[in-house]
């Protein structure tokens, strides 16, 4: 067909064409990437971002848009052809040609932060469905603070048969049934294909069951009919719970031959198959190259968008809430944030209490969450054990969004990804906690935050073999060398009530996810001045009473055996110096000289921590001595286990000696 002789007003199959042929030439002059799903979900694409979502190329981090989540990512040109098409000038169509090359905004897998209009970063199978349900639980409680005039709209999920059966999912879609999260929308790519064939050689279970028995409401379509897409959208939008829309579809549609081929997923289209696919679609039109009735169709409906915003924008301005929606959507806190923390501090200092770390983090967090506003709890099924729940808070539930605590069960991934996604929307500060060696539930979600540079808090108590009797499956070791290793995440363990304080005062300014790690046993106060000290990430905590002979660094609760061990080496008359680290990747921010001055020229340098080692060479060197943990735990009272495995004063001081 000649362009000449195409109808002025493209059908929605010609429209969802557009995304097919882009996505195969894209992927195909890649030589990487998976045309098949973008082919095969093209029509209920183009049937969301033509007359359901609402967004506006224009302005994409306008407030009240509808939030879309392609958790399927490597389906990633599926939104490239979207925000192309729609107007977006974050992907322009050289960015098209360049798939997955250096520089481009279109990478492999959808970057927020990289490229405007992508909400989340996905690829890992299940995380973008978790992580949407987090946006959408950051819209209901907005939307519950400010109104429905400033804060009403939806949360679209395209997601995978690999989604679905990632454990995730489970976590995700429970929590979101039992919140009956009806701004939630998950339309499912029912096309029966993963990586090794089809999906029936890994899974059987009927998901509709299995979503309906969460507690959300189902419906299967056939995803390549317009008119059945656009009446299940319509549907979907009138529930009262979340709702899952299983769109059969076909593989590579409207590829020729190859359409629902079991190897679809990540087969990349040859030349005669590529060839075969146009003459399929009677597309005959250059590589790369659209006909302008396509193009002008696909940008009308971006501009319907601008519109929606501009009025909504008209309306807004003159709601006396308005300011404060924007200054909560801009992360700006308030000017008295850290008053009462900093009295709080002053406090601590003049009477030393005594404390379990993760006890003195409930107290800071106390000062700050009657202040904060857009502060939002929760914990993994441990409320009473990670002090994370302040009083006064009330629960974010069914019939009170407003409710700034979220219990979110013993779901850890589900809930270190929901956080993620409160973050993304914006308008809320979460925080939540749970046990550091449930972290390892988390992690994922822990890593995908420091990727997107999302401001999540992450509580994590019972830090090392201070939990005692629980034993070693309860007793991190490993995990702080793994999680300060980890780029964008900022890790605290403070000593004492003081440096807990100023850890979160760090956290909820600096830029990116931030993690405290607390103790379960109580430590003596070891801060005896102000100075927020803290914020630099390492510091000399106790000087040396003459040219230091001996430099000890420590964090969270050997701090005080460090102090302990100073005492005794001072004693004996051998000048030593403490230094404590609660943040490794905040002390690498500061200047050589500082640095330097921190770590000091004594020729004996002793690390003390009960974890294990990786990472201590940055303070000790690579002939420092080391006096920690080298394997797992065992279950005993905690002070027996500081004792057996050597993390004590005397044999700090001991070590030192030995190699003066």
């Not at 719970?241 to 997923?265: F, M, N, Y």
């Not at 501009?303 to 915003?309: A, D, I, P, Q």
């Not at 108590?461 to 034993?471: C, Q």
Request: glycine share 10%; hydrophobic share 45%.
């Amino acid at each position: 067909m000649s362009t000449s002789l195409l109808p002025l007003k493209p059908s929605g199959v010609l429209m969802a064409d557009a995304i097919r042929v882009l996505s195969m030439e894209a992927v195909h002059r890649a030589k990487s990437g998976h045309q098949g799903m973008p082919m095969g979900m093209a029509d209920v694409a183009t049937v969301l971002w033509t007359k359901f979502l609402k967004y506006d190329p224009k302005q994409p981090d306008w407030a009240d848009r509808d939030r879309f989540v392609l958790s399927a990512g490597h389906g990633s040109m599926l939104l490239y052809s979207l925000l192309h098409l729609t107007g977006f000038k974050s992907v322009s169509m050289e960015d098209i040609k360049n798939f997955r090359q250096w520089g481009s905004t279109t990478a492999g897998h959808p970057e927020y932060g990289h490229t405007a209009g992508v909400e989340c970063t996905t690829g890992p199978l299940g995380q973008g469905l978790a992580t949407a349900v987090g946006m959408a639980m950051a819209e209901r409680h907005l939307n519950a603070r400010f109104g429905d005039d400033l804060v009403n709209h939806k949360t679209w999920v395209i997601a995978g048969d690999g989604c679905l059966m990632e454990g995730v999912s489970h976590e995700a879609i429970s929590l979101a049934g039992r919140l009956k999260l009806n701004n939630l929308i998950v339309l499912f790519d029912d096309n029966n294909v993963t990586i090794d064939g089809y999906a029936t050689l890994a899974e059987t279970g009927d998901q509709l069951a299995r979503f309906k028995a969460a507690g959300w409401v189902v419906k299967a379509i056939d995803g390549h009919d317009h008119g059945k897409i656009a009446a299940a959208m319509r549907w979907a939008t009138q529930q009262t719970k979340p709702v899952l829309i299983a769109c059969k579809t076909a593989v590579s549609r409207r590829a020729g031959a190859k359409e629902g081929d079991k190897h679809g997923h990540g087969y990349n289209l040859m030349d005669d198959e590529i060839k075969a696919a146009r003459e399929h679609m009677d597309w005959l039109h250059e590589p790369f190259t659209l006909p302008e009735n396509v193009k002008k169709a696909w940008l009308a409906a971006g501009r319907k968008g601008t519109k929606t915003r501009k009025t909504w924008e008209d309306k807004a301005k003159s709601n006396p809430k308005f300011a404060e929606l924007t200054a909560a959507m801009g992360g700006v806190l308030p000017t008295n944030a850290f008053e009462a923390l900093d009295a709080h501090i002053a406090d601590a200092i003049a009477t030393k209490p005594a404390d379990a770390t993760r006890s003195c983090s409930g107290k800071a967090l106390a000062t700050l969450t009657p202040v904060i506003e857009t502060l939002v709890g929760g914990s993994a099924d441990l409320t009473g054990s990670v002090n994370t729940l302040v009083k006064g808070m009330t629960a974010f539930d069914t019939d009170n969004y407003g409710g700034r605590y979220v219990h979110y069960g013993v779901r850890e991934f589900g809930m270190a990804a929901a956080m993620n996604g409160m973050a993304l929307h914006g308008g809320v500060l979460p925080y939540a906690g749970t046990f550091f060696v449930f972290s390892d539930y988390s992690r994922p979600a822990i890593r995908l935050g420091a990727l997107m540079g999302a401001k999540v808090v992450h509580v994590m108590t019972h830090d090392s073999i201070g939990v005692g009797e629980d034993g070693p499956t309860h007793q991190p070791v490993e995990h702080l060398a793994s999680y300060r290793a980890m780029p964008g995440l900022h890790v605290f363990r403070p000593a004492d009530m003081v440096e807990a304080a100023e850890c979160w005062k760090a956290a909820l300014t600096a830029k990116g996810p931030s993690m405290l790690v607390l103790s379960r046993q109580k430590v003596p106060a070891v801060r005896t001045q102000g100075g927020d000290l803290s914020a630099k990430g390492a510091y000399e905590l106790s000087p040396a009473s003459g040219e230091a002979k001996v430099s000890i660094f420590a964090s969270g609760t050997e701090v005080s055996v460090a102090i302990a061990a100073q005492k005794l080496l001072e004693a004996e008359g051998i000048a030593t110096r403490v230094v404590s680290t609660p943040s490794w990747d905040v002390f690498d921010a500061q200047d050589a000289a500082y640095k330097a001055s921190v770590i000091g020229k004594a020729p004996v340098r002793v690390a003390v921590e009960a974890a294990a080692p990786l990472g201590w060479e940055k303070f000790i060197g690579n002939d420092g001595i080391f006096v920690g943990m080298t394997g797992f735990g065992a279950s005993a009272p905690a002070d027996r286990l500081y004792k057996e495995f050597g993390i004590t004063a005397e044999n700090v001081a001991a070590k030192a000696k030995a190699a003066l």
